[in-house]
């Protein structure tokens, strides 16, 4: 017991990497639930809604006896030994230029979502600088040192000064809260939604990667052990072999040949899956519209509701600028010779 509860995390000693680590797994678990939930066959699928809906303990258990029930995909769709029939007849091209297309969406995608990722992530640095710039400004204004009557020059410059930067910082405050609020507005509707369809191109690359380097290459490898075989049984023939080693050669090419049968079956049927998989990505399409609309309104909105700070603060600075025989005007450059020859 103690030694769980010593490795167990403390809420209050969770650094900000372990944080950010914990809501990165949350964000992508939350978008592979919805991935999955908004699949068409994995919709209706009996362990998603288990999952999805089962609320006790015993949940591991419970979808480990509904998997051991269930068999090959293969076996058991109906439409496995038919898949064929609902291919074009060239689909091997087709699924080549379908994955080079796919490929350069996941590459500009992911350039995409990194430059959405550094556009939000300066918003909320940008937030930070502007709240520490107003508390500098406050800080200050609230300057207690006493002022030496020798470099007043006479006036209550640095008196009026104070009593303007004093009360800036609600502004910067308020400026800082509007930039996290785009940075996480940004964050939620423009960097996950790309993170979104980054996850569904993946997962559709990794796809093509399993059928290239399973069933395709099973299948090959398959034609190639026939082709063996027949080199075999024809050697077989030539020197007469035994009768019954004959025999068994060829019901050895007749298994075989079964066996490439259903490889090729197989293979027609991962290919009827790619090519649903490829209609999906086309369906998720669309997205980019709203990933685009979603962030040009953050933008207006964000700048637009900065603009209507920055100009309500505009006014408050009047009286730095203001030139009177109490404050004098600063000049824009400093004059030419010695500034206090006069």
Avoid at 90 to 96: K, L
Avoid at 129 to 145: V, Y
Wanted: glycine content about 4%.
């Amino acid at each position: 017991i103690l030694a769980k509860q010593l490795n167990k995390p403390n809420p209050l000693f969770i650094s900000r990497a372990d944080r950010e680590f914990i809501e990165s797994r949350r964000r992508a678990l939350k978008r592979f639930i919805n991935l999955v939930a908004r699949h068409p066959p994995f919709s209706e699928d009996v362990l998603l809604k288990l999952f999805l809906s089962f609320s006790g303990s015993d949940v591991q258990n419970k979808l480990r006896e509904l998997v051991q029930g269930m068999g090959d995909e293969f076996l058991t769709c109906r439409l496995a030994t038919q898949a064929k029939d609902f291919l074009p007849a060239d689909i091997q091209a087709q699924f080549a230029a379908s994955r080079e297309l796919i490929r350069n969406i996941y590459n500009s995608f992911y350039k995409l979502r990194d430059r959405a990722e550094r556009i939000a992530s300066r918003a909320i640095d940008n937030a930070s600088d502007l709240l520490i710039f107003g508390k500098e400004l406050s800080a200050l204004g609230s300057d207690t040192t006493p002022l030496p009557s020798w470099a007043a020059l006479n006036n209550n410059t640095w008196g009026t000064l104070k009593q303007a930067l004093k009360g800036l910082s609600v502004e910067f405050a308020l400026l800082a809260d509007k930039a996290v609020q785009q940075g996480k507005q940004e964050e939620n509707d423009v960097v996950e939604k790309l993170n979104l369809f980054l996850d569904l191109l993946q997962s559709y690359k990794d796809l093509c990667e399993r059928h290239e380097k399973g069933v395709l290459h099973k299948h090959q490898r398959a034609l190639h052990k026939y082709s063996m075989m027949k080199k075999q049984m024809m050697s077989a023939t030539v020197q007469n072999k035994e009768p019954e080693s004959v025999e068994q050669l060829e019901s050895r090419i007749v298994e075989q040949e079964n066996a490439i049968l259903t490889m090729e079956l197989r293979n027609y049927f991962s290919l009827y899956c790619l090519h649903q998989e490829t209609q999906l990505i086309h369906i998720y399409l669309p997205l980019t519209s709203h990933i685009l609309g979603a962030f040009v309104n953050s933008q207006i909105q964000g700048h637009k509701e900065m603009s209507k700070v920055w100009n309500e603060l505009k006014p408050k600075l009047s009286c730095l600028f203001v030139g009177s025989s109490n404050m004098p005007t600063p000049p824009l450059s400093p004059p030419d010779g010695n500034f206090f020859s006069n």
